[in-house]
């Protein structure tokens, strides 16, 4: 084979991975409109009036029997739908090792949140249970695919294009977060103009969010190439129990993994740090918006805006905290937006109901320290996983973040139920926050890079 040859087929291998990398992005495109514009704005807030719809005089909903303030009907779906993802998630990761073929998986997991999304429309009068389930299946749907989204980076980007190319995909996400905002803004606010009502709006800007998801979902699902399963280079016997017991197979991994996690335990303990704190930002990005529209009275126009400016403002924080980190270390810089988040919190507590500039500048102080809190978390994890596990690592990762996620949401819905207080329920978040700076700041981050048998950097 000549030279001439050997460098045009590194230049069509080079060429094949920049097209998936680019239809990868376009996955973080379709998706991330199912977070920002329902998960965060529109839904907690319409799916709170219609289950206050169907309350009792005292305020109560009764789905299966079982008392629900109508207040917290949303966090508890939120909650049971983290608690459904877990479940499935071991079982399709299962399959998608023993047949090598993600693709399908991600497609079906994709369409059935597209369209869970979509039926939204459907969502009037007092159906909150259809809301409810609608809620569970789609976030439960999303969770999955990212799951198989996040495996595909490590096919498609070698060590040193990771970090690039992980970020673009993140940028293309809050990209497309605002750019439907903006739309939903402007259907909201001119909906007497567009001849519907205000109701009308909300359900139109739920399905729009299901309809792009599912349009642009279609660009990765072209580009995205499977490659072969684990089984193709294993011996038979293991093919055989792998394909006779999936679920199995898919609990026993991720046990696998646990336990060799356990021979790092400074990993295990930044991994427990990082659960606990982001359970606490992920359930104050989920919860927000009922919080400004109940609690302090505010128009949903206030609180598409005020998610737009997280969404700005999020990429000028990562990219600050990361200018920081490279000074201070990236364990400095978290810790300093734990105390950020605390802080912002306990300011959220003490806002005056119905002062939108308020809420302005608490969304403002939210979008600051977002996108690095978790950029800089995920970056740091990175260098705490052992040489040749990165996928192991990063999937138990994935899977532990989301089952701890629904501890935040449930806390959030309890203390609402006990007091009938948003004050006291967004409040009680900074318990994740103090716990999670008390467990961050006990991990010697050094030792932890050394003990997983990475180079430590000069300065983390």
Not at 2 to 25: C, F, H, L, M, N
Not at 50 to 59: F, S
Not at 92 to 107: I, Y
Not at 219 to 235: C, E, H, M
């Amino acid at each position: 084979m000549g030279i001439g040859t050997v460098r045009t087929e590194a230049a069509d291998e080079s060429a094949g991975r920049r097209r998936e990398q680019r239809g990868w992005y376009f996955y973080d495109w379709a998706c991330s409109v199912y977070s920002t514009s329902v998960l965060t704005v529109f839904l907690g807030p319409y799916l709170t009036s219609v289950a206050e719809e169907a309350a009792d005089a005292d305020g109560f909903v009764h789905p299966l029997g079982i008392p629900v303030r109508a207040g917290s009907f949303f966090a508890y779906s939120v909650s049971l739908s983290v608690i459904v993802a877990v479940l499935v998630m071991p079982l399709v990761g299962a399959a998608a090792d023993r047949t090598g073929r993600k693709k399908p998986l991600l497609g079906a997991a994709a369409y059935v949140g597209a369209t869970a999304t979509t039926a939204m429309f459907l969502l009037d009068g007092d159906r909150y249970l259809l809301g409810g389930f609608l809620l569970i299946v789609a976030n439960a749907a999303q969770s999955v695919a990212m799951m198989l989204y996040n495996s595909y980076l490590p096919q498609i980007a070698p060590p040193e294009e990771r970090d690039a190319v992980s970020s673009r995909g993140w940028a293309f996400g809050y990209a497309s977060g605002s750019l439907m905002l903006v739309v939903n803004l402007v259907l909201y606010l001119a909906h007497d103009s567009f001849g519907v009502s205000e109701s009308m709006a909300v359900r139109i800007c739920l399905a729009s969010a299901g309809l792009w998801w599912g349009a642009f979902a279609l660009i990765p699902l072209r580009r995205l190439r499977d490659r072969g399963s684990r089984q193709d280079t294993a011996g038979a016997s293991g093919t055989h129990e792998a394909a006779g017991k999936p679920t199995a197979a898919g609990f026993r991994q991720l046990a696998a993994t646990i336990r060799d996690m356990r021979r790092h335990p400074l990993t295990l303990a930044f991994l427990l740090a990082y659960l606990v704190y982001n359970d606490g930002i992920q359930t104050v990005i989920s919860q927000a918006s009922i919080y400004g529209s109940e609690e302090l009275g505010l128009g949903q126009s206030t609180l598409i805006g005020a998610v737009l400016l997280v969404q700005v403002l999020a990429v000028a924080g990562a990219l600050t905290m990361g200018r920081l980190a490279r000074t201070y270390g990236a364990k400095r810089t978290i810790l300093g937006s734990l105390v950020a988040w605390t802080v912002t919190l306990a300011a959220g507590y003490f806002l005056p109901a119905g002062a939108p500039l308020w809420f302005f500048a608490l969304a403002a102080g939210i979008g600051l320290v977002l996108g690095g809190s978790q950029a800089l978390s995920r970056s740091l994890f990175s260098h705490l996983v052992p040489p040749g596990k990165e996928a192991e690592y990063f999937s138990a990762y994935e899977m532990s973040d989301r089952g701890m996620s629904w501890l935040g949401p449930l806390l959030f819905g309890l203390t609402y139920q006990l007091t009938g207080s948003y004050r006291a329920a967004i409040i009680s978040l900074v318990a994740f926050f103090v716990i999670g700076f008390a467990l961050l700041a006990r991990v010697p981050v050094r030792r932890a890079i050394s003990d997983a048998g990475n180079p430590v950097p000069t300065t983390i």
